[in-house]
């Protein structure tokens, strides 16, 4: 089975930080990405990512960046947090292929909450 | 990109079907149509997809109009365990790896015992 890992299932953080979320995909997946989920508002894309060192922005780009240095692994980067990005941020990856569409697969959340 | 209107809530009983709705006028030849549930406390996870044709699993159906404008993803026989909100997207196939995937807000499924 397709494993997504978010390395921390509940962050607390300060205004100001800078903040670190990273998500590990044991699949070789070309396709990263990274939601946000807030009561009523559904997932919201942030940024995706195609491949090694791409980056796309998604809906809601502001106030993130992102890293991809190794295939594996996608940063979501918050380089100084406030209180409107408390929220539940959701990693997700996928296979690419020109001959199928593979599903998502999803990690089970990083709830971050800043003070 | 292409967009999915679902209703927002949505009541069932248990043990009977449930068939949830969902609208994508302007999807494109190549766009496949995913759905997805995201039950409390736990990221989405894959439920089915398909592209022209109706598609059957182990965890629903997959009914896909003539004109591909509309699709349902039937349950069954809906239980407890199905509670959740489910998502209904658009993806393309994809002649490059560029995958833009955008959810929209879904459908909250109650279900009765």
């Known amino acids: 089975d397709v494993k997504v890992t978010q390395s921390s299932r509940y962050l607390v953080k300060r205004t100001g930080e800078k903040v670190f979320l990273e998500c590990v995909q044991d699949?070789?997946?070309?396709?990263m990405f990274w939601y946000r989920q807030d009561p009523g508002l559904g997932l919201r894309l942030i940024y995706f990512s195609y491949d090694v060192k791409m980056k796309e922005k998604g809906d809601i780009p502001e106030g993130y960046s992102v890293s991809r240095e190794k295939k594996e692994r996608f940063s979501l980067i918050l380089e100084s947090a406030s209180t409107n990005q408390t929220s539940m941020y959701l990693c997700?990856?996928?296979?690419?292929?020109?001959?199928?569409?593979?599903?998502?697969?999803f990690g089970n959340g990083t709830r971050l909450t800043v003070t | 990109d292409a967009k999915t209107t679902q209703p927002n809530s949505m009541e069932s009983n248990e043990e009977e079907p449930v068939h949830l709705p969902c609208n994508h006028s302007t999807i494109s030849g190549t766009d496949y149509i995913h759905w997805y549930r995201q039950l409390p406390s736990q990221g989405p996870e894959y439920v089915i997809h398909g592209l022209t044709s109706n598609v059957n699993n182990r965890m629903a159906s997959l009914a896909i109009a003539e004109d591909r404008k509309s699709s349902t993803l039937i349950l069954h026989r809906a239980t407890l365990r199905d509670a959740a909100v489910y998502y209904c997207i658009l993806r393309d196939v994809g002649k490059t790896s560029y995958d833009k995937v955008i959810f929209g807000p879904g459908t909250s499924l109650s279900v009765i015992p």
């Open positions: 699949m070789d997946h070309e396709n």
């Open positions: 997700a990856s996928s296979l690419w292929s020109v001959n199928y569409n593979s599903p998502l697969h």
